[in-house]
């Protein structure tokens, strides 16, 4: 089992930025692929950016592309999404979730553990 701890959301106004972080339990982090998803009050939970486990790979969500940045320190089973140019669409909770096979995907469904999210709200 991988336990997840996401960290670094926060109040922000529009255009500020952010960084979140995602600590894994387990060395093994590096064998997973890992993605960051996004609920917004009332809205089914989406995709943000999902990355391979040495980085090699990574995928956005189209609204995000240019503005966020995926990463990850393996040394440190951390995976990280740098968030600049907020907006006010970006409020949400955000999940980073693991994914047990190598292998990119944007469905909530084909992720195996999750986190237990962080609040980022952007004030216009």
């Known amino acids: 089992q991988v336990q997840l701890v996401g960290s670094g959301g926060g109040l922000v106004r529009a255009g500020g930025s952010l960084r979140l972080s995602c600590a894994a339990s387990?060395?093994?982090?590096?064998?997973?692929?890992t993605g960051w998803f996004r609920q917004a009050p009332g809205k089914q939970r989406e995709f943000v950016a999902a990355?391979?486990?040495?980085?090699?790979?990574?995928l956005y969500e189209d609204t995000v592309k240019g503005r966020f940045t995926i990463s990850r320190d393996n040394a440190k089973n951390t995976v990280y999404l740098q968030m600049n140019g907020l907006k006010p669409e970006d409020t949400a909770i955000y999940y980073c979730?693991?994914?047990?096979?190598?292998?990119?995907?944007?469905?909530?469904?084909?992720?195996?553990?999750w986190g237990q999210g962080t609040q980022v709200t952007v004030s216009s």
């Open positions: 387990q060395r093994t982090y590096s064998n997973y692929a």
């Open positions: 979730a693991v994914r047990m096979i190598n292998i990119l995907s944007t469905m909530v469904s084909e992720y195996d553990y």
């Open positions: 990355i391979s486990r040495i980085g090699r790979s990574t």
